[in-house]
């Protein structure tokens, strides 16, 4: 997933780019948690997993941009269905509202996020379940044949958090595990004063995430790596990407530079600063704050036209793919704003000028 995505995922849910990194990188252990959780003694919610794992076309995946800029908030509400159906509409809430909680996202912005990262991970899950030739039940098992990668892939305040709500029964030996203090080791004099051949020299322990527990088969340890490399993968797709997209982008980059003024970057922060303050703004107390930062925004957007004017046919695309992937979310959030007398009343004047700023720099 590139920058821009991630930044139009931000702007969708009113949150920073941060918050978003953040609510991935614990949700997406968390989500393969979760689901191990309710369906390891529940048929209805495993069969509602196979069901879920057998939607998943081959092309969910590559296919996420396109969907993502067409509609968000399908997206998100299709993931948040497949997820309620596996672990129950009422665990459901409760993740997203301690995932939101977790990432500090605005209120509400947890469900649907957690709805578009859950299409993400059933997409993959799907993958590997057609490139082994694996049913559910398989793909549960190869999750379920090392659980302590996902645990110990879990930020320990989330996974508190949820094993609080009794949502990570699947993982509570491995999270005790992880949480068991660590025997300080004696002083090396104490352990070995000399070395003899009845007295074998210590040898220190290898690192965690390298050992192998005695009398555990090896192929369990491979396992480990595969689920491992299973969080990275979706990771380093959400927020890494590969040398083609770095280019992509430092070509975009590019051409949104006039002079010395980054078109690009000022305006991604207009856009994200105007999301954020809008999805703040639920009482006529709120909507007046809010005119601090709109009225910031227009200011910037006006210095800004000056600049854009100059940009070229391929920075005129590039901001063209900036704004445009964000601007329908952003108008279905300013028409319910408008649509509510008292904050119009306050908002208004100056929410119509920006949006109609925002759209001349496309046209």
């Known amino acids: 997933m590139t920058p821009a995505m991630i930044d139009q995922i931000a702007g969708w849910l009113g949150a920073s780019r941060g918050s978003v990194e953040s609510a991935a990188k614990g949700g997406i252990p968390g989500l393969l948690a979760t689901m191990l959780s309710a369906t390891q003694n529940n048929a209805s919610a495993a069969d509602a997993f196979a069901t879920a794992l057998k939607g998943q076309s081959p092309d969910m995946l590559s296919g996420l941009g396109d969907m993502l800029s067409r509609d968000p908030a399908g997206l998100?509400?299709?993931?948040?269905?497949?997820?309620?159906?596996?672990?129950?509409?009422?665990?459901?809430?409760?993740?997203?509202?301690?995932?939101?909680?977790?990432?500090?996202?605005?209120?509400?912005?947890?469900?649907?996020?957690?709805?578009?990262?859950?299409?993400?991970?059933?997409?993959?899950?799907?993958?590997?379940?057609?490139?082994?030739?694996?049913?559910?039940?398989g793909v549960l098992g190869l999750l379920s044949s090392d659980k302590a990668a996902i645990a110990q892939a879990m930020p320990r305040e989330l996974a508190n958090s949820l094993r609080s709500a009794g949502m990570l029964d699947a993982v509570g030996a491995e999270l005790d595990a992880l949480d068991a203090p660590v025997r300080a080791t004696p002083p090396r004099a104490q352990v070995e004063p000399v070395a003899t051949l009845s007295q074998p020299v210590h040898t220190p322990r290898m690192p965690q995430a390298a050992a192998i527990p005695a009398g555990r088969p090896w192929w369990h340890w491979l396992v480990g790596l595969l689920i491992l490399g299973?969080?990275?993968?979706?990771?380093?797709?959400?927020?890494?990407?590969?040398?083609?997209?770095?280019?992509?982008?430092?070509?975009?980059?590019?051409?949104?530079?006039?002079?010395?003024?980054?078109?690009?970057?000022?305006?991604?922060?207009?856009?994200?600063?105007?999301?954020?303050?809008?999805?703040?703004?639920?009482?006529?107390?709120?909507?007046?704050?809010?005119?601090?930062?709109?009225?910031?925004?227009?200011?910037?957007?006006?210095?800004?036209?000056?600049?854009?004017?100059?940009?070229?046919?391929?920075?005129?695309?590039?901001l063209s793919a900036l704004i445009g992937g964000q601007l329908p979310a952003l108008e279905e959030t300013v028409t319910k704003l408008m649509g509510n007398s008292d904050y119009a009343g306050i908002i208004g004047p100056a929410l119509t000028a920006i949006i109609d700023q925002i759209k001349a720099f496309v046209a």
Request: glycine share 16%.
């Open 76 to 137: 998100g509400a299709q993931g948040s269905d497949l997820l309620s159906g596996i672990i129950g509409g009422g665990r459901m809430g409760t993740f997203a509202s301690t995932l939101s909680r977790f990432a500090g996202f605005p209120e509400g912005a947890g469900g649907p996020f957690l709805g578009l990262l859950t299409n993400f991970v059933m997409g993959k899950l799907g993958g590997i379940a057609r490139e082994r030739g694996l049913d559910a039940s």
């Open 230 to 318: 299973l969080i990275l993968w979706l990771l380093s797709n959400l927020f890494g990407g590969d040398r083609t997209e770095e280019v992509a982008e430092g070509a975009t980059t590019s051409a949104l530079m006039v002079g010395d003024v980054d078109v690009g970057s000022r305006m991604r922060t207009a856009m994200s600063d105007l999301t954020t303050s809008l999805a703040g703004i639920t009482s006529t107390e709120t909507a007046t704050s809010a005119m601090a930062t709109l009225t910031r925004v227009q200011g910037d957007l006006t210095s800004l036209a000056p600049s854009i004017s100059q940009l070229g046919a391929e920075g005129k695309s590039a």
